[in-house]
C-alpha cells in the first residue's frame, strides 16, 4: 500500500523569503503526486500534479514542486512567500490517474511571519 | 457554474446514533470521494461512487455506508457512532471516465462531533 510522510508538522517563514514543503512517499510503482492547500473553512485546493515527464512541475500561485524518485520525494517550493499562503499544505499520492482516491500525508501548517 | 457543496456545515451527534452527511458535485460532475479528516491529520479515503456505483473502498468498517443519486448528489451515512468518527468529512466531485485524470474539487466539509 502507498502512505506518504510529511516530515515537518509546523513551518514558520518571513514573508518574501523561500520555502520549502518536504513530502517523501513510499509506492513501489510510479506515484502519481500532488499538493493541495487547506485554508481555515474550505476545501482543499490542487496546487499542481506529477504524472510524469519533465520532474520539475509548475502549479497555480506560483508554487512549483520537483519529483525525484531516487529519493522518494516530491517537496513543495516557492521562491518568495506571500502573507496569504499561511495555511495548511497536503502531498497526497494515487497509484493511477484516479486521483479521487488519494492517499494524503498528515500535512504541513504554515505560518508566515510579517 | 456551482461548487461543491456540503451540508449540513456543523453537525453535533451522541454515542450510538446515526448520521447522514449530503454532498452536491460540481455541475457536470459524475464522481464523487469521501474523505474523513481527524483533527491534525490528513484526509482518510473513505470511499468512491461513479455513475452511482461504489468505485473503491478505504479501510473503513460496514457502518460507513454511501449512496450516489442520478444526479450525482452522494450522501454518507454513518452508522453506530462512536468518538472516534468526531472529524472535518470532505466529499471531492470529479468527471470520471476509464483512464483518464479529472481534477477534483473539494467542498468545505461537514464537522461532525460525537459527544
Known amino acids: 500500500a502507498q502512505s506518504v510522510t510529511q516530515p515537518d508538522i509546523h513551518i514558520t517563514v518571513s514573508e518574501g523569503a523561500s520555502l520549502e514543503l518536504r513530502c517523501n512517499y513510499s509506492y513501489g510503482a510510479t506515484p502519481y503526486l500532488f499538493w493541495y492547500v487547506q485554508s481555515p473553512g474550505q476545501g482543499l485546493q490542487l496546487l499542481l500534479k506529477?504524472?510524469?515527464?519533465?520532474?520539475l512541475v509548475q502549479g497555480i500561485k506560483g508554487f512549483e514542486a520537483e519529483f525525484k524518485r531516487s529519493q522518494s520525494s516530491f517537496n513543495l517550493r516557492k521562491p518568495s512567500v506571500h502573507w496569504s499562503d499561511a495555511a495548511e499544505y497536503f502531498c497526497a499520492v494515487a497509484i493511477n490517474t484516479n486521483a479521487g482516491k488519494s492517499t494524503f500525508g498528515d500535512g504541513t501548517t504554515l505560518t508566515v511571519k510579517p | 457554474e456551482t461548487g461543491v457543496t456540503q451540508s449540513p456545515t456543523h453537525l453535533i451527534k451522541t454515542r450510538g446514533q446515526q448520521v447522514t452527511l449530503r454532498c452536491s458535485s460540481q455541475?457536470?460532475?459524475?464522481?464523487v470521494s469521501w474523505y474523513q479528516q481527524a483533527l491534525g491529520q490528513g484526509p482518510q479515503f473513505i470511499f468512491q461512487y461513479y455513475r452511482e456505483e461504489e468505485n473503491g473502498r478505504g479501510n473503513f468498517p460496514p457502518r460507513f455506508s454511501g449512496l450516489q443519486f442520478p444526479n450525482y448528489s452522494s450522501e454518507l451515512n454513518v452508522n453506530a457512532l462512536e468518538l472516534d468518527d468526531s472529524a472535518l468529512y470532505l466529499c471531492?466531485?470529479?468527471?470520471?471516465?476509464?483512464?483518464?485524470?479529472?481534477?477534483?474539487?473539494f467542498g468545505p466539509g461537514t464537522r461532525l462531533t460525537v459527544l
Open positions: 455541475s457536470g460532475h459524475n464522481t
Open positions: 471531492a466531485s470529479s468527471l470520471g471516465g476509464r483512464g483518464s485524470y479529472n481534477e477534483q474539487f
Open positions: 506529477y504524472f510524469s515527464g519533465d520532474t
